[in-house]
């Protein structure tokens, strides 16, 4: 039986991580984080607070994907940790709501930039009747959403030839890109002066309500970091390269957030952030014209295509170990003889990804991201501790810097940004549940096929 190959050195590794963090989120959510929160101060200690929340996760998955490098990253270690039903689980809600949201956020975002050079994108094509658009009327499609589509699908189609072509391409763009946001801070640092506030404050949520609106938004444009571990069977050297490439790769998002993050402010009032839909390209035009909004447009372009690539490579992965286990429908777990990839899953994964995109806007498929997620994330992060007393001897390459205070902070954090985006966002939290739970009648018919498959002679 064909199986994955290890292709995927340090530096393709760590490009899934930086690559896939830096995508839309850098480029469009300050609007959202300082109208939540009204101050630019704030700001940055919700970034800092996001970034260090981030880097625990690393830290603790570190250890995780040194001690289990196998394809599928966080399933394994909640199948290991709490029995087959959250590996399932998880498995579940990657393909069809936290990984798959998160390619079609990041296409929204891409067609978003595109439509800088075309305004025409921003047309209506054409109405589908179903009672999901605003205020409960027909759901709009606009010509700009058929070409995000149409990247997702074109990506879908290079991850098939291989991990080395998809992780190739990942290193080149993830250069190429942080060269461009590099060109961006130092614009805006350089070529600017400092920003008077303009007109009245910002009308802000504000409160701790508000902050942990602008975390969500926040770790939006930190979500990725854990991707690496999805691909870890094709990774050389895993005990060695995960771990470098999770700790330095986010460390080094969180760095050039904040950089980027003063750039902004240092051009821009508060009231000037929250008024813009495209920050960064509204910082440039104010530093140097009109070509450098359009230089954004095009640097976030490649920055979104780095990690809507980083995203499908990764992402394929997880249902196709759920697959390979017998917990998910068995074409997934078929490998590309000649490539050595699981093609059907990449093509899967990115179908549905594609379908998502018609669904809401970049602001509700967001919250429909996050909110599953972190309830994984924070369960997957606990796994560390539950591993550590019902696996006491499994070998450990690399151990959690701060244990246990690490991942435990970790947990708290997650349980709060839960229970906080649940009560702001209660119609698309709701809907990630929807979609979680319409995985349990699924889990009763595989877990009974492997049973009865157990018992045959």
């Given at each position: ?79 290991a940790a709490y029995g087959p039903f959250w590996g399932f689980l998880y498995g579940w809600t990657q393909m069809w709501v936290a990984k798959s949201g998160s390619i079609a956020t990041l296409a929204t975002g891409f067609f978003y930039y595109l439509a800088n050079f075309r305004p025409e ?337």
């Amino acid at each position: 039986m064909t199986s994955l190959r290890r292709d995927l050195g340090v530096w393709g590794a760590a490009s899934i991580v930086v690559g896939t963090v830096i995508g839309s989120g850098i480029f469009l959510v300050p609007k959202t984080m300082i109208r939540e929160v009204g101050d630019p101060a704030i700001v940055f200690a919700v970034w800092i607070f996001g970034g260090l929340l981030s880097l625990a996760g690393a830290l603790t998955y570190a250890e995780l994907s040194a001690m289990m490098p196998e394809a599928g990253g966080e399933y394994n270690y909640l199948r290991a940790a709490y029995g087959p039903f959250w590996g399932f689980l998880y498995g579940w809600t990657q393909m069809w709501v936290a990984k798959s949201g998160s390619i079609a956020t990041l296409a929204t975002g891409f067609f978003y930039y595109l439509a800088n050079f075309r305004p025409e994108l921003e047309a209506r094509a054409f109405l589908i009747p179903v009672p999901l658009g605003d205020g409960g009327g027909p759901l709009e499609v606009r010509t700009g959403q058929l070409w995000a589509i149409g990247v997702i699908l074109g990506l879908a189609a290079l991850n098939w030839f291989g991990v080395k072509v998809g992780g190739g391409v990942q290193v080149g763009v993830t250069v190429l890109k942080v060269a461009l946001i590099a060109g961006i801070i130092a614009f805006g640092l350089t070529g600017g002066h400092a920003a008077v506030e303009a007109g009245a404050p910002v009308a802000a949520t504000g409160g701790l309500a508000g902050f942990f609106a602008a975390l969500v938004a926040a770790l939006w444009a930190y979500d990725g970091w854990n991707n690496v571990s999805m691909v870890s069977s094709e990774v050389k050297s895993p005990q060695k390269n995960l771990p470098r490439a999770l700790v330095f790769g986010t460390a080094g998002v969180v760095m050039i957030y904040l950089l980027t993050n003063y750039a902004y402010f240092h051009v821009l009032s508060a009231s000037e952030v929250a008024g813009s839909d495209r920050v960064a390209a509204t910082m440039m035009q104010r530093v140097v014209g009109t070509w450098g909004a359009d230089a954004v447009s095009v640097a976030a372009m490649i920055s979104i295509f780095a990690a809507l690539n980083g995203s499908i490579l990764s992402g394929s992965r997880v249902p196709y170990a759920l697959a390979r286990d017998g917990y998910f429908f068995q074409r997934f777990a078929r490998v590309n003889e000649k490539h050595a990839t699981p093609g059907f899953s990449i093509l899967a994964l990115s179908a549905w990804s594609a379908v998502l995109v018609l669904s809401g806007r970049y602001d509700q498929l967001l919250t429909l991201v996050i909110f599953p997620s972190w309830i994984l994330y924070g369960m997957a992060t606990a796994a560390v501790i539950v591993l550590r007393h019902k696996m006491p001897g499994a070998e450990r390459p690399y151990r959690t810097v701060g244990y246990p205070v690490v991942p435990v902070l970790f947990v708290l954090v997650a349980v709060l940004l839960v229970g906080f985006t649940l009560r702001n966002s209660p119609r698309e939290s709701g809907l990630g549940l929807v979609l979680i739970a319409a995985g349990l009648p699924f889990y009763r018919y595989w877990n009974y096929r492997l049973r009865i498959s157990a018992l045959k002679p």
